[in-house]
């Protein structure tokens, strides 16, 4: 039986996004966002779930994840995450896709650039050398790109990854936004034929692009 949170107090909307989000306040006045999986005209969505297995994922991988649980809201199923800005009392910057056009020249230029997979990412990391908190966040960012090839993440955008400040200095956040991902598209039927041929789940995870957290529409190519 999921936790029913129909009765916690709504703040707010939770800005633009692909799914559809509300921001709550619960009845201790602990802040929280709640995302829904998305409708489509055909198929499943997990988003939500998926969400919750891959912060348990990246918990094992020794990861700092956002808090993740599933709950029931007026009767739709969704995933409730903890706001670490206001659990860390930190300040939080903008996103990184805002923070890096307005902290690094060229931004346009990377995005604009003919370059495709191995050399796209490659640019795309030297332009990462360039950006003024690259020191104190190199390590989880890697780790983080790491943490999305073993997922899948087929979206990592440079608008879901983003930075705390700390009265001690500066940290990279929790990793969070990972629910297109683990075959979030796979009705039960299609998941489990995946899981059993592993000639279509090569197929499956060779055809994957990744947008490295850098690029806002581009997709590469890692072979691995």
Known sequence: MLKDISDWELVGYGGKSTLEKEELRSPNR???????????DEGVSWEDLTELIAAKIGTLCGLEMMKVEMVIRKGKRGCLLRN???EHNAMMAEEGGSLLPSLVDGYQELLESPLKNIELIEYGFKFME????WSAM???FINLQLFDVLIGNQDRHPFNWTLLF???GVKFSPIYDNGASLGFRFDDTKLAYMLSNEQELNKYTNKTRVKAGIFEKKKSKLEI
């Open 130 to 133: 360039k950006f003024p908190y």
């Open 166 to 168: 700390l009265h001690s």
């Open 138 to 140: 190199k390590s989880e």
């Open 84 to 86: 670490f800005v206001k």
């Open 30 to 40: 602990i802040d929280y966002l709640i995302k829904y999986p998305r409708e489509f």
